[in-house]
């Protein structure tokens, strides 16, 4: 399946606009995986009020630079590194992936529509993000150079930068 990335932009841009925005979204996000993946609510030192800021502008940092690899790629893997700190473990991409998908999906037939293309493209993308993510994870020693050279330190942050998952220069 080739990506439709305009139609994951143009989603995420109406996620921005509809049914209160990236705030309830990701405000959802929080409460249905808690609700449905209840073992993972423990790895969030963070409440949901805060937290869902990180993830939208994860999301964010990551559509808007989905055509620039050269600066997606880094981010990726300074993320999937950065979140061993986290205790993230691989069997929980998948319940993300689904998560997101499906308030994504509430969100967005709250005010308009949301097809099953929509779906496939939010899913493929999702695998693909994970894939990558959990890669790095597995074998961060992999990734060092290229992290130092886009400014990450070798445990996937950034030196004096609070907020890492905000991608510079997108």
């Known amino acids: 399946m080739t990506l439709n990335v305009a ?11 509809e049914n209160g925005g990236l705030q309830t979204l990701g405000l ?6 808690f ?4 073992g993972v609510k423990h790895l969030f ?3 949901p009020e805060e937290q869902h800021k990180k993830l939208m502008a994860s999301v964010g940092a990551i559509v808007a630079s989905v055509t620039q690899p050269e600066k997606m790629l880094p981010y990726l893997h300074a993320m999937g590194i950065r979140h061993l ?4 473990e691989n ?13 994504l999906a509430e969100h967005l037939s709250a005010e308009g ?25 597995d074998k961060p020693e992999a990734y060092q150079q290229e ?24």
């Open 147 to 170: 992290l130092l050279d886009a400014g990450y330190l070798p445990n996937g942050f950034r030196v004096a930068d609070p907020k890492p998952w905000e991608m510079v220069g997108v």
């Open 91 to 103: 069997a929980h991409y998948p319940a993300v992936q689904e998560n997101l998908v499906a308030v």
């Open 28 to 33: 959802r996000f929080y409460q249905r995986l």
């Open 113 to 137: 529509e949301w097809t099953e293309e929509m779906a496939e493209n939010w899913n493929a993308a999702l695998k693909v993000i994970s894939d990558i993510m959990v890669e790095a994870a």
């Open 85 to 88: 700190e986290y205790k993230t």
């Open 45 to 47: 030192n963070t409440p």
């Open 7 to 17: 139609l994951i932009a143009e989603t995420f841009e109406r996620a921005k606009l």
């Open 35 to 38: 609700e449905k993946y209840p």
